[in-house]
């Protein structure tokens, strides 16, 4: 990796203020749509806040790059299930783009039930010259009008509106923890612990269940779908990966009901490194597909794993993200850390892979020069245009001025969503309530 990767320039830092944060300010998702302009983020509070990137100008040419508030709305709201008596969570799970056909953003949202397809548009014009209404818009007596007035659009200040297009429920027993557009544009899944569900885009009363791993009995129940993501370019094949660390392709013309896997990836396990919490650590959080749609990135509680499509017994690329915590698993399984879910995510080129970590640490791993770098997100060493330092974890032994303990590493700081523009070197990284955009250096 290249020096310029290892320093970061923070262009925009804080969503929210950090002493007023509450629960409802967690971010709990972060994506770029297809051009990198937008960044959206959702939080637990059912919230979607749209970011757009500054236009560059002639005499400003070093705010390129920055990212301003463009919308904020309300995706989901907390509700009852009555015949459960199970409260339903307004926290976005996630959130994903749809391609720009028009004027007009279009991004998928959901919570553990509903998902829903929101219109982003904006309005800069307003009709006035009503015949049937007078200028504040109140019905007038018809016996009043003698003349036909033609409506005029006049100028307005610009307002970006937020319409709910579609909403598709009903259709998951489980929580929802994965949605995936496929490379169609005309469908898109949703996966649960469970199952997964196929839907178009203009029907919400109707899904098709393309997975369902529910067994007849639940206590014989071993496992559960963690995550799970189209091909980028072949609109029949998915993928999604599982609790107990394997992963599984299927290809949709095959059978309506994916139930045999055209391929699973699983990596032996070395027996020399079992222990009580192997199958805990060994769970994959996360799984994507690279931009090539060769490789499949999968992210479990140590690491990030490469595979390639061609190859299923082993990984090709095996990256340690926080090694030095193997010996503390005994302590972050008695505080719950040790089923923090953890996503990862490629650059333009996928080239580089990024994943976070604990104290607002995050990792990123150069896939062609193999080296990797630690960097941190916090508000105390990121002023605006600041470069950010590498920081290293000193196991044991004498630290290192630069260097911090790992006993004194903050577990409730963790870093689990993280994002990567498109094309270009600019990340997004959630850190609590807090969103932190970095960009490479710029000479």
């Not at 397809?117 to 007038?140: I, Q």
């Not at 490194?273 to 650590?281: A, G, H, M, W």
């Not at 926080?322 to 005994?330: A, G, M, Q």
């Not at 080296?371 to 105390?380: G, M, Q, Y």
């Amino acid at each position: 990796m290249e020096e310029d990767i290892d320093t970061r320039k923070i262009n925009n830092s804080f969503l929210r203020d950090h002493s007023y944060a509450t629960e409802a300010d967690i971010i709990s998702t972060v994506e770029f749509n297809h051009t990198g302009e937008l960044l959206a983020t959702g939080d637990k509070g059912g919230r979607v806040v749209i970011f757009q990137r500054e236009q560059e100008s002639k005499n400003q040419i070093h705010r390129r790059g920055e990212y301003n508030v463009y919308s904020t709305f309300q995706s989901h709201e907390p509700e009852f299930d009555y015949l459960k008596s199970l409260e339903i969570e307004e926290k976005i799970n996630k959130i994903r783009w749809l391609p720009q056909q028009n004027a007009a953003y279009f991004l998928l949202s959901t919570n553990d039930k509903t998902v829903k397809l929101w219109k982003v548009s904006e309005r800069d014009k307003r009709p006035e010259g009503y015949n049937l209404k007078d200028e504040e818009g109140r019905l007038r007596d018809p016996s009043t009008i003698t003349t036909l007035r033609v409506p005029v659009l006049r100028p307005m200040d610009l307002m970006v509106e937020a319409t709910p297009r579609r909403v598709f429920a009903n259709a998951h027993t489980y929580h929802i923890n994965s949605i995936s557009v496929n490379s169609d544009y005309e469908t898109y899944m949703s996966a649960d612990d469970l199952r997964i569900n196929l839907w178009n885009f203009e029907i919400t009363n109707q899904s098709f269940n393309i997975v369902d791993i529910k067994p007849a009995n639940m206590e014989e129940l071993t496992e559960v779908i963690t995550a799970a993501e189209f091909h980028p370019h072949h609109c029949n094949t998915f993928v999604y990966s599982s609790s107990k660390g394997t992963i599984r392709l299927c290809d949709m013309r095959a059978s309506a009901l994916c139930d045999r896997h055209t391929k699973f990836f699983e990596e032996p396990e070395d027996p020399s490194n079992r222990s009580f919490f192997s199958e805990i650590i060994s769970s994959i959080s996360d799984v994507k597909f690279s931009h090539s749609g060769r490789y499949i990135m999968t992210r479990d509680y140590l690491t990030v794993k490469v595979w390639d499509l061609n190859m299923e017994n082993r990984p090709i690329e095996t990256y340690q993200v926080h090694d030095y915590l193997r010996s503390k698993l005994c302590s972050l399984y008695e505080n719950d850390c040790i089923f923090d879910k953890f996503e990862c995510v490629w650059n333009g080129s996928d080239s580089v892979i990024m994943t976070g970590s604990y104290n607002n640490f995050f990792r990123m791993f150069d896939r062609n020069t193999k080296r990797d770098v630690t960097l941190e997100a916090s508000r105390e060493n990121s002023k605006p245009r600041a470069i950010l330092k590498p920081r290293k974890v000193c196991v044991g032994g004498k630290r290192r001025k630069d260097e911090i303990s790992v006993d004194s590493l903050d577990f409730s700081k963790k870093i689990l969503h993280t994002a990567w523009h498109p094309s270009e070197n600019i990340i997004a990284v959630a850190a609590t309530n807090n969103l932190y955009i970095f960009q490479d250096k710029v000479n």
